[in-house]
């Protein structure tokens, strides 16, 4: 799977959208973006996926350059319980493939009152 | 309802002992997962499962071991041989193929200390 790049931190202001930003410049063409969240001493949970086409959900938007070097995860009005550990990975889903699921270190981000 | 067991949630072991941690999902997912994580620290993959039967390392497999005898039992035993066992450890379940419902769903964790 290929390699994500991530900020180790960011803040953002309560009701305001939280855009975090992560790189996989490495990324193949038959590989998926996904978006996960930890809140603290819990166990991850999944936000969202995309391909190529950029995806919404209840929980988020998810943004991706035309050339997939690139994503953007956002919340559109961040909330105090938003705090958490936000990872972006890539992976190949198909039945024939490796199913190794890797995590980075992830952006830990902060909503502020 | 449906969902990914891990047990306990707290286990406390005396050093030079071996130790079991139990996952089980009912989601009838065919991959299988089991990290580990320390304090600041990102989630480390130590072994994970495609089906029944079959286990593949992880980048930290060294002073564990898995078995995969079910589709719904995934179990981590922590050996002696793990120089330092004590960390937090998570559960996680998938289903294989493409397109959507193949997201990792995850347990709430075990916290393991040994003293």
């Known amino acids: 799977d290929a390699k994500t790049t991530q900020p180790p931190s960011m803040d953002c202001a309560e009701g305001r959208a939280a855009n975090l930003p992560c790189n996989h410049s490495?990324?193949?063409?038959?590989?998926?973006v996904y978006w996960y969240r930890q809140i603290h001493s819990q166990g991850p949970q999944y936000i969202i996926h995309?391909?190529?086409n950029n995806e919404t959900n209840e929980m988020a938007s998810l943004i991706i350059t035309e050339d997939r070097k690139s994503s953007t995860l956002i919340l559109p009005h961040a909330t105090l319980r938003d705090t958490a550990v936000y990872y972006c990975?890539?992976?190949?889903?198909?039945?024939?493939?490796?199913?190794?699921?890797?995590f980075g270190k992830g952006t830990l981000l902060t909503v502020n009152p | 309802d449906g969902g990914i067991t891990q047990s306990p949630k707290y286990l406390f072991r005396k050093e030079g002992q071996n130790v079991t941690l139990s996952c089980e999902q009912n989601?009838?997912?065919?991959?299988m997962y089991w990290y580990r994580q320390d304090p600041g620290q990102g989630l480390r993959l130590i072994y994970y499962?495609?089906?029944?039967?079959?286990?593949q390392k992880g980048d930290i497999a060294e002073g564990y071991s898995v078995s995969r005898e079910k589709k719904e039992s995934f179990p981590l035993t922590v050996t002696s041989a793990q120089k330092n066992p004590t960390a937090f450890y998570l559960c996680?379940?998938?289903?294989?193929?493409?397109?959507?419902?193949?997201?990792?769903?995850f347990g709430q964790g075990t916290r393991l200390t040994v003293v």
């Open positions: 996680a379940s998938s289903m294989r193929g493409q397109g959507v419902n193949t997201e990792a769903f």
């Open positions: 490495t990324i193949s063409g038959n590989e998926y």
């Open positions: 995309g391909l190529k």
């Open positions: 990975i890539v992976r190949v889903l198909n039945r024939s493939s490796n199913y190794k699921l890797t």
């Open positions: 989601l009838n997912h065919d991959a």
């Open positions: 499962s495609q089906i029944v039967n079959d286990f």
